[in-house]
């Protein structure tokens, strides 16, 4: 406890990687994790204690705490270990991971009394309507139920599309919440799409609406959940990767739905893996992690099979549903109409779902009504001003628009370079163009488009997809909105239009992303009685991802992609860390980058490749310089890479932001 006159540490959410001494003033008492508001440059901010003052500043300069929060539990001692902790894996100022922690600036500011407005979930234990499990189902939850209570635990639960895996967890959620009236959940999902129908399926099960965090809430709204999680009142939270970091009072078990999806990571900001941070968060707080997924990534998978991890496998679909059929689509030698990108077979099964009254759904992973626009006559292409990447065009606003920094213009009728007019083709397909292919060809179908750009918010997203559910819709077309977590009970066809979309470039993860991507895709369909169809459009139908989905031989595919992964020394048997270098003048990107690769050391257990220009070189206006770095896993990673990056003092016109296990490498 420190009392009148003693120093403290504050540690402010900012840009700082230490905290500020302070003097406790008369008549307050302050102990580690308190929140306070100190004065700070002009005004006031507020910050939690982080421990003993450092002696730095003088007493006589010292100012004094201004207010003491008390009204909030404090930080325990085990979340400002997990800071401290995320700040250096990260690299990142510990300041800002306080700030995902607190979130708004202003959420306690002014208080000083308990607010009466905090939000009541409404939570009847005595109410929840949990259906009985499979025998199977039923395993795979006393198994997990097994580990409440017990401290630090990890489960990958891994079962196959349909087959009931939210029934087990949820199994798991209801006993963490029975067992200790102050007990608290958190369920981690990727993306807002998916709590929609998680959202509902939740108030079915459990008599109350849990609460959800995520980027469209208001401030306002974020306050108040914010508060109810900090005093507890808040038992059951639903939430994108920044519900993490927040103060939960009594954390019992933490839940991380579709474990392998890449919106996981954060890439601005504080850049870190959700899942990553889950699991080290239950190692600090002492509680049961629960990974799952149909398809694990390859290191949750690697780890359960080296028994870092307990495993739960669910193997078959629950009741009278069956996993779907798959068929190759050969665009080598399927018929084809002229301009048309859906192939005849793939035309007639869509037809034929309908007609039967079920409903189709139609994958293409491009945003927008086609990926460039090309003139006719010259060959020239629009390119985006600022980033080395073509205007996407966008038929329903009209527009060319850049997808990484935003810029658009007018949809031109003259060509800059010859000076021809109206002679421009948008070459290729985007899924505005397939909306309108599908209606030349079912004219009278209900038909809509769900992508980030196409659903401007919350609300239209809830709305496509509860039509969908209701049947008042026959065809969704989407991006990787629609392929994870959804259950439309009427979907038996599902069509992806370029199944080797995702394979092009050099991403080591490209082949593991796109088996994913397409099995969780392929697993919408024919989750009831009625059994589901799968149309992959492919022209490279002897890839091995194609193979091991169309022979449902996921295992296989799993152990040569770890058999590789070690052959090459790559994750999961290294790490790996990224370096960007970008600014405004080239030259000087270059050289910094240089100057970096030249400093490295001479650890053999170490390899740093590259400078080289990024994928991406131009992003925004910055030019882009990338090294990869990958070590032992024995090594220190995040102190090597802290020492090597303060070798070299870039020039105040070049940042050089560096991301620990990357999973872009644009």
Known sequence: MFTAHQQVEILLPAAFSHGFDYRVPEGMQLKPGDWVSVPFGRGTTIGAVWGKGTAKVEPAKLREVM??????????????????????????????????????????????????????????????????????????????????????????????????KTEVYYDAIARALKADSQAQVLLLLPEIGLSVQSIERFAKRFGATPLVWNSEITPARKRQI??????????????????????????????????????????????????????????????????????????SYHNARQGKYAEVALPSRHAEASMPDIEMLDMRSVAVQRGSFVCDTLREAIKGAIAKGHQAMLFLNRRGYAPLLICRTCGHRFQCPDCSSWLVVHKSKPRLECHHCGYHMPMPKTCPECKTEENMFPCGPGVERLREEVQSFLPDARVAVLASDSTTNFAELEETITAMSEKRLDLLIGTQMIAKGHHFADLTVVGVVDADLGLAGGDLRAAERTYQLLHQLSGRAGRETERGHVYLQSYLPEHPVMKALTSGQRDAFMAAELAAREAAHMPPFSRLAAVIVEGAKEALVADVARKLASRAGGDKRIAVLGPAPAPLSLLRGKHRYRLLVRADRAVNLPDYMKAWLASVEPPSSVRVKLDIDPQSFM
């Not at 990571?265 to 997924?293: C, T």
Request: hydrophobic share 45%; aromatic share 8%.
């Open 226 to 299: 914010w508060q109810a999680i900090a005093t507890g009142e808040a038992r059951m939270v639903i939430g994108a990767r920044s519900a993490l970091f927040l103060p939960y009072r009594k954390l019992a078990l933490l839940v991380v739905d579709e474990e392998h999806d890449a919106s996981y990571k954060q890439e601005e900001g504080v850049i870190y893996h959700a899942r990553d941070m889950a699991v080290a968060r239950g190692r600090f707080e002492k509680l049961p992690v629960v990974l799952v997924s149909a398809t694990p990534s390859l290191e």
């Open 67 to 164: 207010l003491h929060h008390d009204q909030y539990p404090a930080l325990s001692d085990a979340m400002r270990q997990y800071i401290d902790w995320a700040a250096w894996y990260n690299c990142a100022p510990k300041g800002m991971v306080l700030k995902m922690v607190l979130p708004i600036a202003e959420v306690m500011k002014g208080i000083k009394t308990r607010s009466s407005t905090l939000i009541e979930t409404g939570l009847d234990i005595q109410a929840f309507k949990l259906p009985p499990l499979s025998p199977q189902q039923k395993a795979g939850a006393q198994s997990i139920e097994g580990k409440l209570g017990q401290g630090f635990s990890i489960t990958l639960l891994d079962g196959v599309t349909g087959s009931g």
